[in-house]
């Protein structure tokens, strides 16, 4: 689950991370009194949404006047915002925030995540900061420093201070540095964060650490533990189509093929998009309908793969092995005539009675093609789309 910018804010500066002075709106009318009680003559107008990249997206604006701020906030307010990181239709802007403007001498990157390489929490450091540190990762990965971090132990000062040895910095800056090391990896580890990001960590001309920027993603699974961090949630940032599959238990993505895809379990999910994509297709979604399949979760995944405007056709792609394939076909055909579903489709059944499942869906008054070998199926679903 992501969070907002300012609401990561609020936890970097509970945890005494440094950030600037800002004031959340949500209506263009609030910006002159914003602009007046953080003083200053350069304010920052910044689009609250999921998606980095915002800067390349017209989502930063700095303003010299409040005229100027007051202008950005009636552009970005009630307007989606496209991002490199978002799909074409961007993002919804339903509130931004103004800051007071600060006095950059150095912009850094500084991050935690969990890297499955090293089973553990990782610090992520470069004195490459800024718009453009996905290119810096891709073009110059060596100006980008990694740190595992102990799992059985704390994140301990003289590892902050080796990470700001090989960033540069000043002794001077390193009481700063590592407080702001020690604060993230304590929000890291007390509510279940997967990554947190600053981009960037800026030092300003008057020699403070400062969190110009803040990206947090917290663990799904671990929500039920902490409700505070859930109550963050919003859900406007969400893909209506993936949130609704979450509250069914099903694990869908959308994506921009013409293939709907309904598979049980994640990896045959992934080889079956893989197939379809060398036969030339293009998979519209990752479904994984988990291994107890029933009636009712195969009706929402269908109704939720045939609302894609640009889905032409749907390879059902199922092992059974906790449940039995004759009892999944069951289940197709009364999902199929729940939903109304008039897509073409094609049914790829393997496993436990896979024959029998094969056998009833041929048997049925509704037009399927079934298929037991699934390159077969996967050429035949990819003709269909075309």
Not at 18 to 33: A, L, Q, R
């Amino acid at each position: 689950m992501n969070i907002h910018e300012y609401q990561a804010k609020v936890l970097f500066k509970n945890y005494g991370i440094n950030v600037p002075n800002f004031k959340v709106i949500s209506n263009s009318n609030e910006t002159k009194n914003a602009c007046e009680e953080l003083g200053g003559s350069v304010w920052v107008v910044k689009a609250q949404v999921h998606a980095g990249g915002r800067g390349k997206g017209g989502g930063v604006i700095v303003c010299h006047t409040i005229e100027d701020a007051i202008s950005a906030s009636k552009k970005l307010l009630g307007s989606n915002l496209i991002t490199p990181q978002t799909d074409s239709t961007g993002q919804p802007i339903n509130k931004i925030i103004v800051e007071a403007g600060q006095e950059i001498s150095k912009e850094l990157y500084l991050g935690l995540l969990v890297d499955r390489a090293t089973e553990s929490i990782t610090i992520l450091a470069s004195t490459e900061g800024g718009m453009d540190i996905e290119e810096v990762a891709t073009n110059s990965p060596e100006k980008i420093i990694k740190q595992a971090i102990n799992p059985l132990g704390k994140l301990e000062i003289k590892e902050c201070h080796e990470v700001a040895a090989k960033i540069g910095l000043s002794l001077s800056l390193y009481d700063q540095f590592t407080s702001t090391m020690i604060g993230l990896y304590n929000i890291f580890t007390d509510n279940d964060a997967n990554l947190i990001e600053i981009n960037p960590l800026i030092i300003t001309s008057n020699n403070n650490i400062i969190a110009l920027d803040g990206k947090i993603d917290f663990d799904d699974n671990a929500l039920y533990r902490n409700e505070e961090i859930s109550s963050l949630r919003d859900i406007e940032q969400e893909d209506k189509k993936e949130r609704s599959a979450s509250e069914h238990q099903l694990n869908y993505i959308s994506l921009d093929g013409s293939v709907g895809c309904m598979v049980n379990g994640a990896g045959l999910a992934m080889a079956t998009m893989d197939l379809i994509e060398y036969h030339g297709g293009s998979p519209a979604n990752f479904l994984d309908v988990g291994g107890g399949t029933t009636s009712e979760r195969v009706a929402k995944a269908f109704e939720i793969i045939q609302s894609g405007k640009n889905v032409k056709a749907i390879l059902v792609n199922i092992f059974g092995g906790i449940v039995r394939c004759d009892l999944i076909a069951n289940g197709i055909l009364q999902a199929i005539e729940k939903v109304g579903l008039t897509l073409p489709i094609v049914v790829r059944l393997e496993g436990t009675n896979a024959q029998e499942g094969l056998e009833i869906l041929n048997k049925s008054n509704i037009n399927i093609v079934t298929e037991a070998d699934l390159t077969k199926a996967a050429k035949k679903i990819v003709e269909m789309a075309k």
